[in-house]
């Protein structure tokens, strides 16, 4: 439409220095034809700023994953589900972990550590092998109003569970029902026991659950301003022989994660398992009974390390209405949008950077 105006003005000009050039230019005529020019400017003024309203409003009427922060095609009002599933060595490879926006990967027993992971954006037809439940899991999911999954658990952690007010699905109840728990002939119980998410609205519908939630999102930056120290890899001892690794891809600017030194791959899809951010959390961690059961402290705060873009910053974490955000000097820090690996470590664990 600019161009059209441009000759328009040049086609007027024309017009007039001929007419003056036959001594015929009368000053009406002239004037007259000022206010056609002044029309077109302002029509072209008037459509480009209905281009940038436009604009506007298809950046306010787009839609974002509250825990991914990338764009959706889809309303993203249904609610998390978060699914504790299985670490042991006889339980890997994993099904849907690629898929999680978020895994927390925090220790239960002795050197085993377990996930819970939180789908929101991509929902796997199967995950697991799911898991019992403990507290201080449950009081994540709590964080992100979730829907909490397990499979069992004690007595005295099922009447916790119950009293904490999370919305729940216990595989026990559920067990090898065909509809929303079923055991794999491929392993052993307990490793065995996955949850078909198809049956998820059912059961939660049965349960008088809200299917659908507004999540509040996470902090997301797409600028470039992290600095930190850069680094290849990173290695978290939780014992001496438990270690997980993430070795940073610049290529896809991706951290590809390894369990005991074997990279882990979903068994769902065969992908390896990467994510845009690794956040470490150290906090207090206590033995609480025979059974190696723990209470992990996820309420004072404490150090931390961000990695990010091949990067890896010190900082501190707070919990802020049930989430462990970054912060620097006092300042909430924000995520790479993508996927998230959590690592809440004890604090006398190692860690190694190359």
């Not at 005529?29 to 209905?50: L, M, Q, Y």
Request: net charge negative; proline share 5%.
């Amino acid at each position: 439409m600019r161009k059209l105006t441009f000759f328009s003005l040049l086609a007027v000009l024309f017009l007039a220095a001929c007419n003056e050039e036959a001594g015929a230019t009368k000053p009406e005529e002239a004037a007259g034809d000022e206010p056609a020019v002044e029309e077109d400017r302002e029509k072209a003024e008037k459509e480009e700023k209905e281009v940038a309203e436009d604009n506007e409003k298809q950046d306010e009427d787009t839609e974002w994953y509250p825990l991914t922060g990338k764009a959706s095609t889809e309303h993203t009002d249904q609610r998390v589900v978060s699914v504790m599933v299985n670490n042991h060595t006889k339980a890997r490879p994993q099904s849907g972990l690629s898929q999680a926006d978020i895994v927390y990967e925090i220790l239960a027993e002795g050197q085993i550590t377990r996930f819970l992971a939180l789908f929101h954006s991509h929902i796997p037809d199967k995950i697991g092998p799911v898991r019992s439940a403990r507290p201080y899991f449950f009081q994540i999911a709590d964080g992100y109003d979730a829907l909490y999954t397990y499979h069992g658990a004690s007595a005295s952690i099922n009447q916790k569970v119950a009293n904490s007010g999370v919305d729940y699905l216990d595989g026990s109840v559920y067990d090898n029902n065909g509809w929303l728990f079923q055991r794999s002939s491929d392993r052993l119980s307990p490793h065995n026991s996955y949850l078909l998410t198809d049956g998820i609205k059912r059961a939660a519908e049965s349960q008088g659950y809200q299917a659908s939630a507004e999540v509040e999102g996470l902090p997301f930056s797409e600028k470039d301003d992290f600095v930190g120290i850069p680094i290849d890899e990173v290695q978290i001892a939780y014992g001496s022989r438990t270690q997980v690794n993430f070795t940073y891809d610049p290529e896809d600017k991706q951290f590809l994660r390894s369990s005991d030194g074997e990279p882990t791959v979903d068994q769902l899809n065969g992908e390896r398992v990467s994510v845009e951010n690794v956040w470490i959390i150290e906090t207090d961690h206590r033995v609480i009974d025979n059974a190696g059961r723990r209470d992990i402290d996820l309420t004072s705060g404490g150090n931390g390390y961000l990695l990010q873009k091949g990067q890896m910053k010190e900082v501190k974490w707070k919990n802020v209405d049930g989430r462990l955000l970054p912060f620097e000097n006092g300042r909430p820090l924000a995520f790479t949008p993508g996927q998230t690996w959590v690592n809440i470590i004890p604090e006398n664990a190692a860690i190694q950077t190359d």
